[in-house]
């Protein structure tokens, strides 16, 4: 199995992996699965500066994981939500791990200085995998979503990435920062 960025060119297979995620399940709160255009539109938004990784197997993709903003205003920008997603048949194998370690490296790397994951609660495998990974529990917002006939909270775990300076420096693009060894840079 390889970890590497993931391009354009992987957006019907990560709508294939979120798909069952929004139409059977609470972790998505979207109505409708975005398709490949609608993908490949979300992950060249800000190509720039919030990665994209994913998980490969025998040319198959079994997960990614990437980051975004954790909200438009102009003071969050020093701050990314992160997000995780696994096939069915890829879950339980450590891979949601092996996805965010890196991840979470790269965004360190940018001096990005906080991230934060939103969980649709009750999600133990998800809970778990984050306080692996150092994020620690931050809030709940209770019966913040509507979907299946019931009212959903969700968590936020955050993590510390790099050090907040009283005086920060934008994050870096990722093309200026070096992407760690783990990660392969082409599709």
């Known amino acids: 199995m390889r970890i590497r960025a993931a391009t354009p060119h992987d957006a019907a ?3 294939q992996i979120y798909a069952p995620y929004v139409t ?3 972790v998505s709160f979207e109505a409708e699965p975005p398709g490949p255009a609608e993908m490949g539109a979300r992950m060249g938004e800000q190509a720039h500066l919030y990665p994209w990784l994913a998980a490969e197997e025998d040319g198959k993709l079994l997960g990614y994981a990437y980051a975004a903003p954790f909200r438009a205003r ?8 992160t997000t995780v997603y696994l096939s069915a048949g890829a879950q339980g194998r450590g891979l949601g791990r092996k996805l965010c370690e890196p991840l979470l490296d ?3 790397r ?4 906080q991230a934060i994951a939103a969980i649709a609660l009750p999600n133990e495998a998800s809970v778990a995998l984050h306080e692996k990974l150092g994020f620690r529990h931050a809030g709940t917002y209770g019966r913040v979503g509507f979907k299946l006939g019931k009212w959903w909270d969700v968590g936020l775990w955050q993590r510390a990435l790099a050090i907040p300076a009283s005086e920060p420096l934008e994050p870096l693009p990722l093309d200026a920062v070096d992407w760690p060894e783990s990660v392969g840079r082409s599709g």
């Open 13 to 15: 297979a990560i709508s």
């Open 24 to 26: 059977g399940s609470a």
């Open 74 to 81: 102009h003071a969050y920008r020093f701050t990314v939500e």
């Open 106 to 108: 790269l965004l360190e």
């Open 110 to 113: 940018q001096g990005f200085t």
